[in-house]
């Protein structure tokens, strides 16, 4: 699944959290991150390192997060 149609990358990973029936607390928990970055990639108030992005899309079950990545380099 692609991310296409979304215009942040936070609303790119809201979706792919979704798509993979995840909750931020479970992606957190993954990640080994504070709940509280997720929340605030979720919300544009933050957002990764584009080389950890590949990281996050495996946590999510290989879904892509492709809209916003190029606003992280």
């Given at each position: 699944?692609?991310?296409?149609?979304?215009s942040?990358?936070?609303?790119?990973l809201r979706a792919a959290i979704?798509?993979?029936?995840?909750?931020?607390?479970?992606?957190?928990r993954e990640l080994r991150i504070d709940p509280g970055q997720v929340s605030r990639w979720v919300n544009d108030k933050a957002v990764p390192h584009s080389e950890t992005v590949e990281c996050y899309s495996q946590a999510l079950?290989?879904?892509r997060l492709d809209v916003g990545v190029s606003q992280l380099e």
């Open positions: 699944m692609t991310t296409q149609g979304h942040t990358f936070g609303n790119a979704a798509a993979a029936g995840y909750t931020q607390a479970r992606l957190a079950d290989n879904r």
